[in-house]
């Protein structure tokens, strides 16, 4: 985080101060990742004694440990399950949906419209306790089924919501064509929207993935169960095991971390796209 | 029309499979079998515990099994085995055997989840071989309903060696034990350590300990009983007397913003001279450092009137559930836990079952487990026990004063406001048939 | 006479125009109808799942704000009782204190920030794109590594804390532990990860000024910062009135941070309502009461925006 306040802007031209100020900025801004990387490859008594300093040797082997003894393999599995199925069936629902909503304008659907915005405005910790108890009742308790079904229904707004400024752009003509030709709906959906809509659904997909992967508090709330933990909580009960081993700690962090960055190296254009335009319509 | 109908058909058909085909993979506690040839319990079981308390359960379980071929055992092992027992028995669910801290025993038999055990306790003896202040604990309305889990202390570790360089006495009162924390103060040494950010219900321990040694046992007693108010004097003097002790830095200040394993640290490394905690403490330190030199004392009592007292507790209780297709199987297994030389096994590691009857001298446990477990059976033979919150306080004033006692010391609440807040949670208590009554 | 012929007048044309109507509705209605029920079998799966997750809860919420549930035992109806409690509760108050504070904290430190960053990397020809990729990492980063990394960073004795300790200087701040400062020391690792989410929103708002005012303002003599304060920034008012009303909504249920760090201490020096009703509903066995809490947040939220709306309509342009 730049800690300088200075505004440094000197005369248009000087991109080089410019260049330094920035990367002086990202480097502020990083350090704590890069303290992460740095920490994971020391042995505890370093990171005690030597917090901010490089490794004197790469300790590679915190991250087996780690991997082995945080049981990270079924954490990942878990996650994956969880993610693929969430963004599987939110932009099935959701693509149907939105088009519905913005080609077929059914009355009422304004009111659905608005009753989207509305949950989008309100918080998703709001609605912990009655589906806590409810889930309980419905023995949905701790089961990946019962997370992903939550993880489901308060994505839906946002993805409606921003497929629907999508659909908005496929002009009508293509889709008045088609009915003209005798194709239904349905047909029209797959054959003509879908193809289309391939960069939304991306966009999508990654915001789903990135809010299921990064998830922690219904996560945490929902599942006790060691062998069902996502990454996130695998994260957060090891932690809380191992608290005083800041060097497995930090090797965790990084293990956790890493497949969303690798995912956001090759897609940022569209994560960061898709995170600010969704937010923005709300 | 039919095509529409099969597209919807078929995309329900596959959103359901997968989401039915995710539930493979929850291990969650399975029903009863109630068959005729086989019955089977369930229990929850803590994955924090240690490896041998938890090895030895499953030894336990194999031999039960052994033995009683028409019965078998679930054990789950989950990350928070209250939590979920919680959970799960508000909804009407729950496993046969339910493993919970005694407050939640008194909530549960309060709603009628649980067995009484009065019948079972009459047909494998059991009423004779616990104390009746473990009975006391165990029972609500009059029925008992639990079999106790172990039985825990609250003692002052110190360091020996430390104490015997600076010819540092054991002190017998609250002045004395302000003059030792001011010399080890002036020593730049920490007098008490203690950490709790990582799990704040850790406050649970001071709260007991500065009530049991402030208030004594006897006006303690009336006031978990109803017969004192929170808000009188003595009550007062005491909560002073604790935030006096923080407000010196006698016990470490940023207490809230440490973890108990840094906390501990700050002790074995000699940072620290005393560190307030429980009997189960003797392994973490034990596995910290080994070679270091340590013992055990009583809090002193705070009053010049009072005798000092060991604050007790019963980290929890066995009982049954209402919902156990076979009961008589459940109590089977419960009575062979506490068969004498099954239970003694788990002396070893640390963990004191209040049987009377143990003979514990046979066991070969650490020398340091033998020092609390003498140190417990000769404070309890005296009588003269504190009372621990998580065992003997109502559920709201408990959950109110180990939530607050930080804000009180910080000066974020008056001392006057937290006896007053104190004071009406225990009349709900009362109101919701919350207070134990011993 | 008159009277009865216009009158009778008038309803004969209101017959024929009700049959045209009839007729119209008639004919359109069959395809219209089909239509409309095919609409609404696409639209059902997304809204049913969401209504079943979280719009029955919500009307739950308020169901079980009115009752004295304590998770396990029957729950008895007492009416506003909770509510009433609430106001009395020096405790909430002192979070929802608490609470104002961070959304000060927020309206002001990351939306500067993410201005200056955002003004100073518009310029940027070459490389903007890496900048603006590299900065935004922290934001896809999982909240709970978050907070791990920068508990240890204000860790008093592996963090800057001891750092500070060692290189001589008496009294550093100690982050987490005093209680003055817990709150803002929690608010600004939060804000580390918020800046970069606005900072793009404002990159793209940047990208759609008109290039020719600021030119203008230049060769009037002003300096790049009198340029960007009084020209550029003004253009982008809806973006920022956008941003502050996100920043508010958003605050107002901010929870993993300070759940995470410090669970509200100490003391509850760092106390927001979220963690306040969270507690409530999980360890302290008051989920009737935890209710009315969240009710009042999803009010605040529902006035807010109303007030906004309605300001708006008056034609203020927030």
């Not at chain 2, 017969?227 to 003097?237: F, G």
């Amino acid at each position: 985080m730049s800690m300088n306040k200075k505004r440094t802007k000197k005369e248009k031209g000087t991109s080089v101060h410019t260049h330094i100020f920035l990367t002086i900025a990202i480097i502020v801004s990083l350090f704590p990742i890069a303290l992460l990387i740095l920490n994971s490859l020391k042995t505890n008594q370093e990171v005690m004694e030597n917090p901010v300093g490089l490794p004197s040797v790469p300790q590679w082997n915190n991250y087996v440990t780690v991997w082995q003894q945080g049981g990270y393999s079924t954490a990942f599995l878990n996650s994956l399950l969880t993610v693929v199925v969430a963004i599987v069936v939110v932009v099935a629902s959701c693509g149907c949906c939105a088009y519905a909503m913005t080609k077929l304008k059914p009355r009422g659907s304004r009111l659905v419209g608005n009753y989207f915005m509305f949950t989008m405005s309100v918080s998703v910790t709001l609605c912990l306790i009655p589906l806590f108890f409810l889930w309980m009742k419905m023995q949905l308790m701790n089961t990946l089924r019962g997370l992903i079904l939550i993880y489901i229904g308060i994505n839906i707004p946002l993805i409606v919501t921003i497929m629907k400024s999508f659909f908005l752009g496929i002009p009508d003509e293509i889709l008045e064509s088609a009915r003209i030709d005798g194709c239904g709906e349905w047909k029209i959906l797959w054959k003509i929207v879908v193809p289309v809509s391939k960069p939304i659904f991306l966009t999508s997909s990654l915001l789903v993935g990135l809010a299921v992967w990064n998830e922690f508090f219904y996560a945490n709330s929902f599942i006790q169960n060691d062998g069902l933990r996502t990454v996130a909580t695998r994260y957060l009960a090891f932690t809380g095991q191992y608290s005083s081993d800041w060097s497995q700690v930090c090797a965790a962090g990084v293990i956790t971390i890493l497949p969303m960055v690798i995912l956001y190296l090759i897609f940022q254009r569209q994560f960061i796209e898709g995170l600010t335009a969704g937010s923005v319509k709300g | 029309m039919k095509r529409k109908l099969a597209a919807l058909c078929a995309l329900s058909l596959t959103a359901t499979m997968l989401l039915t085909g995710c539930g493979s993979s929850d291990s969650g506690e399975k029903k009863e079998d109630s068959s005729a040839e086989s019955t089977e319990l369930t229990m929850f079981w803590g994955s924090g515990q240690s490896q041998e308390s938890t090895d030895h359960i499953k030894t336990v379980i194999s031999e039960f099994e052994e033995k009683n071929p028409d019965i078998k055992f679930n054990l789950s092992i989950v990350s928070d085995p209250e939590g979920q027992v919680k959970q799960q028995m508000a909804a009407g669910g729950g496993p046969d055997i339910v493993n919970t801290d005694t407050t939640s025993m008194q909530i549960f038999a309060s709603s009628g989840y649980l067995v009484p055990l009065d019948e079972y306790a009459e047909q494998y003896k059991w009423s004779e071989r616990f104390d009746q202040w473990v009975l006391d604990t165990l029972s609500y309305d009059g029925q008992w309903y639990g079999l106790p889990k172990e039985m825990v202390g609250l003692v002052v570790y110190y360091n020996e060696s430390m104490f015997k360089e600076n010819g540092w006495e054991i002190p017998t009162t609250y002045d004395e034990l302000v003059k030792l924390c001011e010399e080890m103060t002036a020593k730049d040494i920490l007098p008490f350590t203690f950490g709790s950010s990582d799990y704040k219900q850790a406050n649970q321990w001071w709260v007991s300990q500065l009530f049991s040694a402030g208030m004594g046992q006897e006006d303690l007693h009336k006031l978990l009983q109803g017969e004192m108010d929170w808000t009188s004097d003595e009550v007062r003097t005491t909560v002073e007397n604790f935030v006096n002790l923080w407000e010196n830095n006698y016990i470490y200040q940023d207490f809230a913003a440490i973890t108990m394993d840094e906390a501990r640290n700050l002790f074995t490394s000699g940072k620290a001279g005393m560190f307030m905690s429980g009997t189960w403490e003797v392994s973490p330190i034990e596995e910290a450092d080994p070679d270091f030199e340590w013992n055990i004392y009583q809090m002193p009592s705070w009053r010049n009137d009072a005798p000092s007292v060991l604050p007790v507790a019963l980290d929890g209780s066995y009982s049954i559930n209402t919902k156990c297709e076979n009961p008589d199987a459940a109590a089977k297994f419960l009575d062979y836990v506490y068969q004498k030389d099954v239970a003694v096994r788990m002396h070893q590691f640390g963990t004191l079952y209040p049987l009377n009857d143990l003979d514990t001298s046979s066991v070969d446990a650490p020398e340091k487990v033998k020092l609390l477990q003498n140190f417990l059976d000769d404070s309890l033979a005296t009588g003269k026990i504190g009372y621990c919150a998580w065992t003997y306080w109502p559920a709201n004033t408990d959950t109110y004063a180990w939530n607050n006692i930080e804000s009180v010391c910080m000066g974020q609440i008056s001392i006057d406001e937290y006896l007053e807040k104190l004071q009406e949670n225990f009349k709900v208590d009362e109101e919701k048939g919350n207070v134990l009554e011993f | 006479m008159k009277k009865k012929v216009m009158f009778l007048n008038f309803r004969i044309r209101k017959r024929v125009l009700d049959m045209k109507q009839i007729k119209k509705t008639k004919l359109i209605s069959k395809s219209e109808r089909k239509r409309e029920l095919l609409a609404w079998t696409m639209i059902l799966p997304a809204l049913l799942l969401n209504v079943f997750i979280m719009g029955g809860p919500i009307i739950g919420t308020f169901g079980i704000s009115l009752t004295d549930w304590d998770g396990i035992r029957q729950a008895s109806f007492i009416g506003l009782d909770n509510f009433k409690k609430l106001l009395q509760d020096t405790h909430f108050f002192w979070a929802a204190l608490n609470n104002l504070k961070w959304a000060v904290f927020f309206l002001i430190v990351p939306v500067i920030f993410a201005l200056i960053i955002a003004g100073i990397l518009r310029k940027v020809k070459r490389g903007q794109l890496i900048y603006r990729t590299l900065f935004f990492i922290p934001y896809i980063v999982p909240s709970v590594v978050v907070a791990k990394i920068w508990t240890l960073i204000y860790s008093p004795f592996y963090g800057i804390t001891a750092w500070l300790e060692k290189l001589g200087i008496q009294n550093p701040p100690k982050f987490l532990a005093d209680p003055n400062i817990s709150l803002f020391s929690v608010a600004f690792v939060d804000s580390w990860r918020y800046w970069v989410f606005l900072m793009v929103l404002f990159l793209t708002a940047f990208s759609q000024v008109d290039k020719s005012l600021e030119e203008a303002a230049m060769i009037d003599g002003a300096n790049p910062v009198q340029t960007f304060i009084n020209v550029t920034i003004p253009q982008i008012r809806p973006t920022i009135s956008m941003v502050l009303i996100l920043t508010t909504i958003w605050s107002v249920t901010t929870f993993d941070f300070v759940y995470l760090m410090t669970g509200g201490g100490p003391g509850s020096s760092s106390e927001l309502v979220s963690t306040y009703m969270y507690r409530l509903a999980m360890q302290n066995q008051q989920p009737g009461y935890a209710s009315a809490i969240s009710l009042v947040m999803v009010l605040f939220s529902v006035v807010f925006m109303s007030v906004i709306g309605l300001l708006r309509k008056r034609g203020w342009e927030i």
